[in-house]
């Protein structure tokens, strides 16, 4: 079975500065692994994705996470936040063959102060 | 540009009523799901289909039921609507083997009277 685990539900920085929101997984295989953002009133837009590729992983807007194997994390930084950053994010896990495919993370509310 | 569609991104309904909400999606994609998320309760899978005509319960499917006939749609029914089934609903698609990322729409937020 599949888990994920985010670490903070809310995450405050001021903006130029680092953003890091945290996310623990537990897989019996080699899952697939998404960042995704959700502004107010929307849906869930694809930050990137980890698909058993390269481990560091780029994404839109300046985003990028870290594939850890041995620590089984997958967190997600960025490193100058900007206001348009301030929205919930989730971490989800994808175990192949898996038919109803994602787990999801509980959220984390980034909040991004001027 | 691909796109997943649903067809009102807000609604208000009596309770009682019979309520579909509708969902396409241009990706050619296999799998199609319905999610319901909640304040402090995250995403909770309703109902997820894998093929036309094929439909798996997902977390929460009590009161819901969908509907497969055609690929690229996948509908969501509220039998009898009722105040607890106000909320966000989002549905996605992905292709199969679990490698793909999930599409999502822009959601319907249902309210019930």
């Known amino acids: 079975a599949q888990s994920v685990t985010q670490l903070d539900s809310h995450v405050s920085v001021s903006e130029g500065t680092p953003v890091l929101l945290r996310c623990n997984y537990s897989?019996?295989?080699?899952?697939?692994l998404f960042w995704y953002v959700q502004h107010p009133n929307k849906g869930l837009q694809l930050l990137l994705k980890y698909t058993s590729a390269a481990t560091l992983v780029k994404g839109i807007n300046g985003f990028e996470a870290e594939f850890k194997k041995s620590e089984t994390s997958f967190h997600l930084t960025k490193p100058s936040a900007h206001m348009s950053d301030a929205a919930e994010y989730f971490c989800v896990v994808s175990e192949p063959g898996s038919a109803r495919q994602l787990t999801f993370g509980s959220g984390t509310q980034l909040t991004v102060l001027p | 540009d691909v796109k997943v569609t649903q067809s009102s991104r807000y609604l208000v309904k009596r309770t009682g009523e019979k309520v579909f909400l509708e969902c396409v999606q241009d990706?050619?994609?296999?799998?199609m799901f319905w999610y319901r998320q909640d304040p402090g309760l995250g995403l909770r899978l309703i109902y997820f289909?894998?093929?036309?005509?094929?439909?798996e319960k997902g977390d929460i499917p009590e009161g819901y039921s969908v509907s497969r006939e055609k690929k690229e749609r996948f509908s969501l029914i509220l039998e009898s609507a009722s105040t607890n089934q106000t909320s966000m609903y989002l549905c996605?698609?992905?292709?199969?083997?679990?490698?793909?990322?999930?599409?999502f729409g822009d959601g319907t937020r249902l309210s019930i009277l």
């Open positions: 289909s894998y093929d036309v005509k094929m439909k």
């Open positions: 897989s019996s295989y080699s899952p697939s």
């Open positions: 990706m050619d994609h296999e799998n």
């Open positions: 996605a698609s992905s292709l199969t083997g679990g490698q793909g990322a999930a599409a």
